[in-house]
């Protein structure tokens, strides 16, 4: 029987060394987004609109692949709505903010009800203590956002962005670290 041995290629700390380098342009980019969250909310909000802009042409290409299926006119009505609500807000992006703002409110408040709801029936199994303490934190969220709204809007969006984006990079960092800690160890 023969062994062979891996050696970690070239490539491979080279991908190392890019997820270290996203990681920490990942967190810059959180921090700054904490630090001028109406910058990052209205980042976030154009960024939703081209998705929904891209969205809207593709309901269209498949709107013209499955015309023989009947669908055809559902399809069209829904490329439409994207395309509409997409333009409209990358024209009008502060309002776009706010209705997403108001969105992610009601997003949060249904959350936290099935959270609460999941948590009473898993009450019996254990850790399940940990899923009443979610929602109650995101009850909390929804409660903030929807007090303050729409003036909240200003900060909500781009402060949980940039929450969500340091803590993914921080997280894709030390794993990315870890990984080139055991491909120096096994060359």
């Excluded at 921090?31 to 802009?53: C, D, N, R, S």
């Amino acid at each position: 029987m023969s062994t062979t041995t891996f050696a970690p290629s070239s490539p491979l700390r080279k991908a190392l060394n890019w997820t270290i380098a996203l990681s920490v342009v990942m967190i810059v980019a959180g921090i700054l987004a904490i630090l001028v969250p109406p910058i990052a909310g209205i980042a976030t909000t154009i960024f939703f609109a081209w998705m929904l802009i891209i969205s809207g042409v593709l309901h269209f290409v498949y709107a013209w692949h499955t015309r023989g299926t009947g669908g055809m006119f559902w399809e069209l009505l829904l490329g439409a709505v994207y395309l509409f609500v997409g333009f409209y807000t990358v024209l009008h992006p502060l309002l776009g903010l706010v209705s997403l703002t108001l969105v992610l409110g009601a997003y949060l408040l249904v959350e936290a009800v099935l959270e609460f709801i999941l948590a009473v029936r898993l009450r019996p199994v254990a850790g399940s203590g940990w899923m009443f303490f979610d929602s109650l934190i995101t009850l909390i969220l929804a409660i903030l956002i929807w007090r303050g709204w729409p003036a909240s809007s200003i900060w909500v969006i781009g402060v949980l962005v940039g929450v969500s984006m340091l803590f993914s990079g921080v997280t894709r960092l030390m794993v990315s670290l870890a990984a080139r800690r055991v491909v120096n160890q096994i060359a």
